[in-house]
Nanobody, 123 residues
């Protein structure tokens, strides 16, 4: 199971750090991704990191503002979000891709999903 946490309400320009912890499975062999979904948008790719952390991908909309990282010893993946904008408001999901060497942007490539954590950015 994947458990995402760290969401909350923040003013525009602020920061949040999301965490995704796993129970019952080891994440070290999986690539990990963050996706988000809002009421007005389909689920969209945010960031992904390969199992070793050597390959990282970001959506253009978050590049330079968000940082994905992982700590395989803690079995946890993080998403540091800075300079948050109103349009970053969404439910954020973490997901695991069994093909750990890649950083896919396609939700269908991820086999395991967390329950989501809500991020609300206000003006």
């Amino acid at each position: 199971q994947l458990q995402a946490s760290g969401g909350g309400s923040v003013q525009a320009g602020g920061s949040l750090r999301l965490s995704c912890a796993a129970s019952g499975r080891t994440l070290s062999s999986n690539a990990m991704g963050w996706f988000r979904q809002s009421p007005v948008k389909a689920r969209e790719f945010v960031a992904a990191i390969s199992r070793s952390g050597s390959i990282i991908s970001y959506a253009d909309s978050v590049k330079g503002r968000f940082t994905i990282s992982r700590d395989n010893d803690k079995n946890t993946v993080y998403l540091q979000m800075t300079s948050l904008k109103l349009e970053d408001t969404a439910v954020y999901y973490c997901a695991a891709d069994l093909r750990g060497w890649r950083t896919s942007r396609a939700p269908n490539d991820y086999e395991y999903w967390g329950q989501g954590t809500l991020v609300t950015v206000s003006s």
